[in-house]
């Protein structure tokens, strides 16, 4: 049974009940989860692999929500990248539905994102780069309107401290999930032959070189050695894998790839435009 099996059979709800978490979760399923079940305490861990994958999965959807409303109205387009993110993970019915409830969570004015974040950390157990890319899905949804209000980046730099990000770097990442996107909506322009061919419709234009440096988060006056290992270290913090083994929900693999083929694609474009 998938960690998805074991929240909805209750196993890892009350594994992370009496924390913020576990009561998002109980409220989503319509019951409530206590500490009553101890093999499930013992079973399931702070740290176990399944666990994390659920709050991950739960804190996610949840702080998305939170975002969205942030300025007081959820628009079309929040919406809609919330709906892309669920089909670009692949979630069947009912774990859809199980998203859609979080994000709702998320929004109501009893969230208490603080303590969410503090016990999603400690869930981590220190996995910095888990962190990061839940700070990073986080970003996109802030960038769903296309850019980043100051309410919502208020809300980034609350996110990123809380998880142990100083101020600078979650300056950084914003820009680094900015310019991914140029990749990214090229990208998917390319696999759909050009998108819907209406008179409307206007393609992406092609990442700049700009934007490829800000990618991977270096400045176009550093020589190939600092590029290369801001380039391998990136694509170690994203390896698909390698975040699925630290908790990382499966269903967010596609995510993790379509961020490692970005991360090489703006490589790729530096390396040609200095002719390395």
């Not at 079973?43 to 666990?51: N, S």
């Not at 109205?73 to 993110?85: D, K, P, S």
């Not at 208490?112 to 780069?129: G, I, M, P, S, W």
Request: charged share 25%; net charge positive; with cysteine.
């Amino acid at each position: 049974m998938s960690w998805f099996g074991k929240v909805i059979g209750g196993v890892l709800g009350f594994s992370l009940a009496g924390g913020p978490i576990g009561a998002i979760i109980g409220a989503v399923l319509g019951h409530q989860l206590d500490k009553r079940s101890d093999d499930y305490q013992e079973r399931y861990a702070p740290g176990d692999q399944e666990r994390v994958q659920a709050a991950f999965f739960t804190a996610t959807f949840a702080t998305m929500g939170h975002i969205a409303k942030a300025d007081g109205t959820v628009t079309q387009n929040e919406i809609r990248h919330a709906e892309n993110v669920m089909q670009r993970m692949g979630l069947d019915q009912d774990a859809r539905k199980f998203a859609i409830d979080l994000f709702q969570q998320g929004k109501s004015s009893s969230f208490d994102l603080e303590a969410v974040l503090t016990q999603f950390k400690q869930e981590c157990h220190r996995r910095r780069n888990l962190m990061q890319m839940f700070l990073e899905v986080q970003i996109t949804m802030a960038l769903a309107d296309g850019t980043i209000h100051a309410h919502e980046r208020a809300i980034l730099h609350r996110v990123g401290k809380h998880l142990g990000f100083a101020g600078f770097m979650i300056d950084q990442l914003i820009k680094m999930v900015q310019a991914q996107q140029g990749f990214h909506q090229y990208s998917q322009q390319g696999q759909t032959g050009g998108g819907h061919g209406g008179a409307q419709y206007e393609a992406p234009s092609a990442p700049s070189v700009e934007q490829a440096y800000q990618v991977l988060g270096v400045k176009s006056s550093d020589d190939e050695k600092t590029v290369k290992r801001a380039y391998r270290r990136l694509m170690s913090q994203h390896h698909p894998d390698k975040l699925v083994a630290k908790g990382l929900p499966e269903e967010m693999i596609k995510m993790a790839t379509e961020k490692t083929q970005e991360i090489k694609s703006a490589y790729e474009l530096i390396k040609k435009h200095k002719n390395w």
